[in-house]
Protein backbone atom coordinates (compact mmCIF):
# COMPACT_ATOMS: atom_id res chain seq x y z
CA UNK A 1 0.00 0.00 0.00
CA UNK A 2 1.34 3.33 -1.36
CA UNK A 3 0.45 6.36 1.52
CA UNK A 4 0.85 10.15 -0.23
CA UNK A 5 1.24 13.05 1.64
CA UNK A 6 0.23 15.74 0.03
CA UNK A 7 1.23 19.86 0.93
CA UNK A 8 1.36 23.22 0.11
CA UNK A 9 -1.95 24.37 -0.99
CA UNK A 10 -3.63 28.00 0.19
CA UNK A 11 -4.55 31.16 -1.10
CA UNK A 12 -2.55 33.37 -3.41
CA UNK A 13 -3.15 35.94 -5.60
CA UNK A 14 -3.69 35.84 -9.37
CA UNK A 15 -0.57 35.95 -10.87
CA UNK A 16 1.39 34.45 -7.40
CA UNK A 17 2.97 31.00 -7.39
CA UNK A 18 2.76 28.15 -5.00
CA UNK A 19 4.66 24.93 -4.67
CA UNK A 20 2.79 21.74 -3.95
CA UNK A 21 4.56 18.63 -2.29
CA UNK A 22 3.26 14.83 -2.45
CA UNK A 23 5.24 12.67 -0.16
CA UNK A 24 5.73 8.73 -1.26
CA UNK A 25 7.96 5.90 -1.60
CA UNK A 26 8.48 3.73 -4.34
CA UNK A 27 9.14 3.11 -7.79
CA UNK A 28 6.14 5.05 -9.79
CA UNK A 29 4.71 7.32 -11.90
CA UNK A 30 3.37 10.25 -10.23
CA UNK A 31 1.12 13.01 -11.13
CA UNK A 32 -1.20 15.63 -10.36
CA UNK A 33 -4.94 16.17 -10.94
CA UNK A 34 -7.19 18.56 -9.92
CA UNK A 35 -10.67 19.02 -9.18
CA UNK A 36 -12.95 22.39 -9.06
CA UNK A 37 -15.87 23.07 -7.55
CA UNK A 38 -18.88 20.92 -9.35
CA UNK A 39 -16.38 19.42 -12.42
CA UNK A 40 -14.49 16.43 -13.26
CA UNK A 41 -11.05 15.79 -12.07
CA UNK A 42 -8.74 16.57 -14.85
CA UNK A 43 -5.03 15.73 -15.60
CA UNK A 44 -2.30 18.55 -14.90
CA UNK A 45 1.22 17.22 -14.97
CA UNK A 46 2.52 13.87 -15.05
CA UNK A 47 6.38 12.24 -14.46
CA UNK A 48 7.65 9.04 -15.44
CA UNK A 49 8.98 6.71 -12.57
CA UNK A 50 12.54 7.49 -13.38
CA UNK A 51 11.63 11.03 -14.01
CA UNK A 52 12.79 11.32 -16.89
CA UNK A 53 9.84 12.39 -18.83
CA UNK A 54 7.10 14.77 -17.85
CA UNK A 55 3.72 15.83 -19.73
CA UNK A 56 1.27 18.81 -19.08
CA UNK A 57 -2.27 19.21 -19.72
CA UNK A 58 -2.10 22.39 -22.22
CA UNK A 59 -3.92 24.90 -19.54
CA UNK A 60 -0.25 24.42 -17.51
CA UNK A 61 2.04 24.41 -20.15
CA UNK A 62 4.61 26.82 -19.55
CA UNK A 63 3.51 27.71 -15.96
CA UNK A 64 3.21 24.38 -14.34
CA UNK A 65 6.55 22.14 -14.02
CA UNK A 66 6.42 18.90 -12.19
CA UNK A 67 9.65 17.38 -10.23
CA UNK A 68 11.03 14.86 -8.16
CA UNK A 69 13.38 14.65 -5.72
CA UNK A 70 14.69 10.95 -4.64
CA UNK A 71 16.42 11.91 -2.07
CA UNK A 72 13.27 12.60 -0.24
CA UNK A 73 10.85 10.29 -1.91
CA UNK A 74 8.64 13.85 -3.02
CA UNK A 75 6.96 15.20 -6.01
CA UNK A 76 6.69 18.54 -6.46
CA UNK A 77 4.22 20.72 -8.67
CA UNK A 78 5.60 24.36 -8.85
CA UNK A 79 2.35 26.25 -10.06
CA UNK A 80 3.64 30.03 -11.46
CA UNK A 81 1.50 32.73 -12.65
CA UNK A 82 -1.59 31.10 -11.65
CA UNK A 83 -5.00 32.24 -12.42
CA UNK A 84 -8.55 32.33 -10.88
CA UNK A 85 -9.38 29.25 -13.22
CA UNK A 86 -6.60 27.33 -11.64
CA UNK A 87 -8.43 27.20 -8.37
CA UNK A 88 -8.91 23.69 -7.52
CA UNK A 89 -8.71 20.85 -4.95
CA UNK A 90 -5.22 19.14 -6.16
CA UNK A 91 -4.67 15.31 -5.38
CA UNK A 92 -1.31 13.94 -6.14
CA UNK A 93 -1.74 10.12 -7.30
CA UNK A 94 0.53 7.14 -8.30
CA UNK A 95 0.42 4.38 -10.46
CA UNK A 96 3.20 1.50 -11.22
CA UNK A 97 4.41 1.97 -14.45
CA UNK A 98 4.37 4.56 -17.25
CA UNK A 99 2.61 7.92 -17.44
CA UNK A 100 -0.80 8.43 -17.84
CA UNK A 101 -3.25 11.07 -18.10
CA UNK A 102 -6.92 9.53 -16.97
CA UNK A 103 -7.19 9.19 -13.25
CA UNK A 104 -8.83 5.88 -13.52
CA UNK A 105 -5.64 4.50 -14.48
CA UNK A 106 -4.25 5.68 -11.21
CA UNK A 107 -3.82 3.09 -7.82
CA UNK A 108 -3.29 5.53 -5.22
CA UNK A 109 -4.28 8.71 -4.61
CA UNK A 110 -3.80 11.75 -1.64
CA UNK A 111 -5.85 13.39 0.37
CA UNK A 112 -6.15 16.84 -1.90
CA UNK A 113 -5.01 19.87 -0.91
CA UNK A 114 -7.14 23.23 -1.41
CA UNK A 115 -5.74 25.70 -3.66
CA UNK A 116 -7.52 28.99 -4.02
CA UNK A 117 -6.42 32.16 -6.38
CA UNK A 118 -8.29 35.21 -5.90
CA UNK A 119 -8.96 37.48 -8.89
Known amino acids: QVQLVESGGGLVQAGGSLRLSCAAS????MAWFRQALGKEREFVAA????????YYADSVKGRFTISKEYAKNTVYLQMNSLKPEDMAVYYC????????????????WGQGTQVTVSS
Open 26 to 29: GRYS
Open 47 to 54: IIWSGDST
Open 93 to 108: AARGGGMRTTPAEYNY
